[in-house]
T-cell receptor
Framework: DAKTTQPPSMDCAEGRAANLPCNHS???????VYWYRQIHSQGPQYIIH???NNETNEMASLIITEDRKSSTLILPHATLRDTAVYYC????????????FGGGTRLMVKP | GAVVSQHPSWVICKSGTSVKIECRSL??????MFWYRQFPKQSLMLMAT?????????EQGVEKDKFLINHASLTLSTLTVTSAHPEDSSFYIC?????????FGPGTRLTVL
């Protein structure tokens, strides 16, 4: 897996967009960018993934830079239930292989 | 997405006893399951990869004789922590692979007294 770097923590006001950055400057052509989140004392939850193009689903948007060296996960309207640790992972090929979890970003959504 | 369950969700045991944790894929068949361990305020660490019908592959530093993994069917993998000690207290999480995606269970919190 490509090494990923994320800020250890971030705060966001409830109702505002939360923009979580991830640096993966050594990513190779066959490595996707996956985002998971882990709410306290629960298993990780899949959010979104992408290879080159930006992606959007009902949970979030993923913006990948053209050179693929970094990406941003966007939660458009953060709620208190979005408080969690967010992990950016770049596995080889896909998430069907072992995943290497880094430190992640602890997002605190505040009222 | 696919659903993965774990049982029990939490367990407290005495030092020296063995504890079995079950991981089930509820609505799909998983030839590959993964076992992770997470200590407080740390990230998930992969312990082993479990393949149905064959021996598990353990990560470096994980004792295969202490953490016994059995993947006897396409929907069930078990992790047995043998002769548990307080340092084995942790949050154990399994995941199952379906196609090219990985789905995680809710975790099992083990406390060894």
């Amino acid at each position: 897996d490509a090494k990923t770097t994320q800020p250890p923590s971030m705060d966001c006001a409830e109702g505002r967009a939360a923009n979580l950055p991830c640096n993966h400057s050594t990513i190779s052509g066959n490595e996707y960018v996956y985002w998971y989140r882990q709410i306290h004392s629960q298993g990780p939850q899949y959010i979104i993934h992408g290879l080159k193009n930006n992606e959007t689903n009902e949970m979030a948007s993923l913006i990948i830079t053209e050179d693929r060296k970094s990406s941003t996960l966007i939660l458009p309207h953060a709620t208190l239930r979005d408080t969690a640790v967010y992990y950016c992972i770049a596995p080889v090929n896909n998430a069907g292989n072992m995943l290497t979890f880094g430190g992640g970003t602890r997002l605190m959504v505040k009222p | 997405g696919a659903v993965v369950s774990q049982h029990p969700s939490w367990v407290i045991c005495k030092s020296g006893t063995s504890v079995k944790i079950e991981c089930r894929s509820l609505d799909f068949q998983a030839t590959t399951m993964f076992w992770y361990r997470q200590f407080p305020k740390q990230s998930l660490m992969l312990m082993a990869t479990s393949n149905e019908g064959s021996k598990a592959t353990y990560e470096q530093g994980v004792e295969k004789d202490k953490f016994l993994i059995n993947h006897a069917s396409l929907t069930l993998s078990t992790l047995t922590v043998t002769s548990a000690h307080p340092e084995d207290s942790s949050f154990y999480i399994c995941s199952a692979r379906e196609d090219n995606e990985q789905f995680f269970g809710p975790g099992t919190r083990l406390t060894v007294l």
